[in-house]
């Protein structure tokens, strides 16, 4: 049965293992959707099998980044036209060859960003059950904290909240902790700092935004990583090619590698 024919989300069972690893922002501008397809290449590079789900239902731009044609988008199976499995595009090569999966979504998809509640919530079971052939899943979320991006974060192993050092950017990221935190609905968080000039700049801003989670949410989230400013991430995008493939040497592409070295550490030895 599709998920379009399912009033309420379809029972199945819990995975084995949870290898979810959400990508989230509370505004956009700060780099998510290229941080998610580096960090994912980043991973595969490392020899873990991963799958980029392009889990900004209403704004999905994972494919235009990469310049790929989808075999299939998540808009086809929430009609019941296809299956997961069905739309699957390799990247790279693919997982498993030092490449990544891909499951890509539609831009400006009005109805995929208004979907019902229980439709999510299948979906996201189904992408659960799915992910198991899998090392990592990596979801690129919407930006902001609405209800479609809280029930796709939902039960995710690890969320990473992006952020700048923009005034506005920390106070959305904040936002947006304040309500995973709350809700509970990530095993845990942490905080990336993105398109900072030096390391020193972003420790000030993890500084700034660790002292607000402290005082207010009575939490810590850990700083997962910084990534320095480096025009060779705009030129990657013009060319629709990932960083770490087109110069693995660049600073932004060194520093994205050794977040996913870390956290494949972390979450593994837990």
């Known amino acids: 049965m599709s ?42 590079q490392a020899g873990r099998r991963t799958l980029l789900f392009d889990g900004d239902l209403g704004l999905a731009n994972v494919d235009v980044q990469l310049g790929i044609m989808p075999r299939g988008e998540i808009a086809n199976v929430v009609a019941g036209a296809a299956k997961l499995a069905e739309i699957v595009t390799p990247f790279d090569g693919g997982a498993g060859k030092n490449g990544f999966d891909i499951i890509a979504g539609r831009s400006g998809s009005e109805g995929l960003a208004s979907l019902p509640p229980a ?34 974060t939902a039960q995710a192993r690890a969320c990473l909240v992006l952020t700048s050092d923009e005034p506005t950017a920390i106070t959305d990221a904040y936002a ?14 942490q905080i ?14 993890y500084a700034t935004l660790l002292r607000a989670c402290r005082e207010f949410l009575k939490i810590e989230p850990p700083l997962a990583g910084i990534i320095r400013r480096d025009d060779q991430v ?5 060319k629709q090619v990932p960083l770490v493939k087109r110069n693995p040497n660049a600073d932004a592409a060194r520093d994205v590698e050794a977040i996913a070295r870390r956290l494949d550490k972390d979450l593994r030895n837990r």
Not at 123 to 152: H, K
Not at 176 to 189: F, G, N, P, S, W
């Open 234 to 238: 705009k030129e990657s995008i013009r």
């Open 192 to 205: 990336v700092v993105n398109m900072v000039s030096t390391v020193e700049e972003g420790q000030r801003t």
């Open 119 to 152: 439709k999510i919530v299948t979906l996201r079971n189904e992408l659960a059950s799915f992910g198991q052939g899998y090392d990592w899943v990596v979801v690129d979320l919407g930006a902001g904290i609405e209800r479609t991006v809280r029930l796709m």
């Open 176 to 189: 947006y902790i304040k309500v995973t935190a709350l809700e509970r609905l990530a095993d845990q968080i």
């Open 3 to 44: 998920i379009a024919e399912n009033a309420e989300p379809t029972p199945i069972a819990a995975p084995s293992r949870r290898n979810i690893i959400a990508i989230a922002s509370g505004k956009g501008g700060v780099g998510k959707t290229w941080f998610s397809i580096t960090l994912a290449h980043a991973l595969a």
